[in-house]
Structures are given as structure tokens and as C-alpha cells.
């Protein structure tokens, strides 16, 4: 189970189902298109910053802080819903996204197609 802030409603945390380090993956869409911006990670404490500020809040793995998307960049995520899966260990924020959600400064961070190929075993290609 996440890690649970004291601000965080019980009735929330009692049904997320985090990883062993506490996260939780999080799919980012946007509320205009429908498109998958990117996937980010939360804990407990980023979830209850995201739901009391409605800027969306991360947990950066690799740099070991929370972040809010656009506090650097000016690429923000303006938080219109939050949703949680039918398991409890994977959050959608449906979001309206000001400037590119990707750090490559691509509109997504979904770019890279590969093939499909039933049948083909082991074989794929990128585009």
C-alpha cells in the first residue's frame, strides 16, 4: 500500500495498491483530444498535492523529488479528472496540457511506433 501522507483521505488510500517502492503508475491523457501525453509515477504525497492543487505532481524516480509538470518548462498540466483503475494500482489524469508534454519537447512522449507483425516471431521494426 502507498505510503499515506496525513492529509490523504483514508477513503483514498485504503484503495491504492502500490508497487514495493510506494508508486504508482500514472497515464497521463489529454481531456481535449483524448490523446496519451505520457506516463508518470505517484506516490500517496504527490496524489494528495495533485488533488488539493489540481497541478499535476510527480515523483521523480531517477532524481528522487517530487515535481510539478511545467514549474521548470512552463509546460503545465492543468488537472480536470483523476481516476483510479478497477485494481487500485494504476491512476488516469485527464489533463489540460499547455505546451508539449514530452521533455523532448514532442506534443507526446508516444512517438515511436513499432510494427506489428503476427506471426512474425522475434521480429519487429521501429518507424
Known amino acids: 500500500m502507498v505510503a499515506v501522507t496525513q492529509a490523504l483521505d483514508p477513503r483514498i488510500a485504503d484503495r491504492l ?7 504508482l503508475p500514472v497515464v497521463v491523457q489529454s481531456v481535449e483530444s483524448g490523446e496519451v501525453l505520457m506516463l508518470a509515477w ?12 489540481g497541478r499535476a505532481t510527480y515523483w521523480s524516480r531517477s532524481r ?5 509538470k511545467g514549474e521548470t ?3 503545465t498540466q492543468k488537472v ?3 481516476l483510479l483503475d478497477c485494481d487500485g494500482d ?6 489540460e496540457q499547455t505546451g508539449p508534454a514530452c521533455h523532448t519537447g514532442a506534443p507526446t512522449c508516444f512517438g515511436t511506433e513499432l510494427t506489428v507483425e503476427p506471426g512474425a516471431a522475434g521480429s519487429s521494426e521501429l518507424q
Open 80 to 82: 480536470c479528472q483523476v
Open 73 to 75: 518548462s512552463g509546460n
Open 90 to 95: 494504476t491512476i488516469l489524469l485527464r489533463v
Open 42 to 53: 505517484m506516490d500517496g504525497e504527490a496524489l494528495n498535492r495533485t488533488l488539493r492543487s
Open 64 to 68: 528522487s523529488e517530487y515535481w510539478v
Open 17 to 23: 495498491r502500490a508497487d514495493d517502492r510506494g508508486l
